[in-house]
T-cell receptor, first 116, second 111 residues
Framework: AQKVTQAQTEISVVEKEDVTLDCVYE???????LFWYKQPPSGELVFLIR??????QNEISGRYSWNFQKSTSSFNFTITASQVVDSAVYFC?????????????FGTGTRLTVIP | DGGITQSPKYLFRKEGQNVTLSCEQN?????MYWYRQDPGQGLRLIYY???????QKGDIAEGYSVSREKKESFPLTVTSAQKNPTAFYLC??????????FGSGTRLTVV
């Protein structure tokens, strides 16, 4: 069974602070994909990153960075020097390997509020 | 620009009515999906389709129906059998094995 846990329901930070959003997953598959999506107030989910389970390299994209640790089944997301525009709900998701069912299993999301 | 269009953005349904939510994509993606979002529960899969004229139930398909007559279109009907339909509905598409592209959603309210 697949499960994604985002224990942080809501986080508030002051602008320019760094913030880390936690994601822990469960799966019996040896191959899988992990994702992060951003949902701004408009409602649309915006793709941020996809990571293959074989690739444990950390990734940095501008102010965003991701720490994937297979040993602890975690895929945490850090925003450096947060900005008001980062305020949104962030979802972590897990996708099983391509076996015919290519579904995303979502966590419950973390609502980030960046205070100016 | 390629993308997914969901309409309407807001929809109100009287109890006992069926309503249909539209989802159209011009990304040439094979797979399409419908998710339901409730506060504090993340997104849950309703139905998905990997090819035309074929679709599969997701985790919460009861009270919903879909069709996939064209690659570009995957409408969702919320039937009167769905007892608690008030939610935010998101449509997505993907190339199988790749990340998803989501529409901007339809907010359905029962009045």
């Amino acid at each position: 069974a697949q499960k994604v846990t985002q224990a942080q329901t809501e986080i508030s930070v002051v602008e320019k602070e760094d913030v880390t959003l936690d994601c822990v997953y469960e799966t019996r598959d040896t191959t899988y994909y992990l994702f992060w999506y951003k949902q701004p107030p408009s409602g649309e989910l915006v793709f941020l990153i996809r990571r293959n389970s074989f690739d444990e390299q950390n990734e940095i994209s501008g102010r965003y960075s991701w720490n994937f640790q297979k040993s602890t089944s975690s895929f945490n997301f850090t925003i450096t020097a947060s900005q008001v525009v980062d305020s949104a709900v962030y979802f972590c998701a897990l996708s099983p390997p391509q076996t015919g069912a290519n579904n995303l299993f979502f966590g419950t999301g973390t609502r980030l509020t960046v205070i100016p | 620009d390629g993308g997914i269009t969901q309409s309407p953005k807001y929809l109100f349904r009287k109890e006992g009515q069926n309503v249909t939510l539209s989802c159209e994509q011009n990304l040439n993606h094979d797979a399409m999906y419908w998710y339901r979002q409730d506060p504090g529960q993340g997104l849950r899969l309703i139905y998905y389709s990997q090819i035309v004229n074929d679709f599969q139930k997701g985790d919460i398909a009861e009270g919903y129906s879909v069709s996939r007559e064209k690659k570009e279109s995957f409408p969702l009907t919320v039937t009167s059998a769905q007892k608690n339909p008030t939610a935010f509905y998101l449509c997505a598409s993907s190339i199988i094995g790749r990340g998803y592209t989501f529409g901007s959603g339809t907010r359905l309210t029962v009045v």
